[in-house]
């Protein structure tokens, strides 16, 4: 069998060789996507109404905060997901209109709507206003 593939290799032709390179990356993009389909449809089909997420506009002419439905989050994120890109793509404001809007957080403590992660850099939960981590709270207990 090895020595079937060196022959082959040895005797295709540069053009050859790309056209089947090619062949594959296209394959494998193609089964990607299919598989990322197939469970994001799964996921969002296990999703229940009643699960209720902040949402936050990055634009900051407007920077609303309102909540949705998760389910309605999810889908909204799917239909403008980028099949080439793994970031959470923003969904359009219900306020301003633009596609500038991202699912945000609420801090427990005062009360304050941020984007997760964007704080300081030890915690991804930590209050952009007051400073509290929930992660940080349990980790000391």
Known sequence: MVNNFFYIDVHMGNDKKKKVAIGVIA?????AGVITCATGSKNSAK??????????????????EYQIDLLDYVKSVSEYRDAASFQTPPIPCEHCG???????????????VFFEGLGRSDFSDRCTECGYSKKEDQRKK
């Open 27 to 31: 394959a494998c993009l193609i089964l």
């Open 98 to 112: 633009k596609q500038t809007a991202y699912k945000a957080v609420e801090c427990e403590k005062c009360g304050a």
């Open 47 to 64: 999703l229940k109404r009643g699960q209720i997420v902040w949402i936050k506009c990055a634009d900051n002419n407007c920077g609303v």
